[in-house]
């Protein structure tokens, strides 16, 4: 199982993977979907199976901007 880190953005203007923050070892995903009742986890994961060709679940941090998913 590979996890990756992603830092979200949510309330952008455009949603896609803004690319990888080689500090933090994570990616950087702008959504434009806002932070409520999950619709942004919902958009997170639909850039990442769209950029990856694979599906994710998120392992931790459902209600941060910080999250930890993992490939299915």
Known sequence: MNAI???VKTKSGKS???????EKQAYRVNVKAVPENGKANI??????KKH????????SGFTSKEKL???I
């Open 5 to 7: 880190k992603v830092i």
């Open 16 to 22: 896609e993977v803004a690319g990888f923050d080689e």
């Open 43 to 48: 958009e997170v994961m639909k850039i990442l």
């Open 52 to 59: 990856f060709k694979k599906d994710f679940r998120i392992i």
């Open 69 to 71: 998913v993992a490939e």
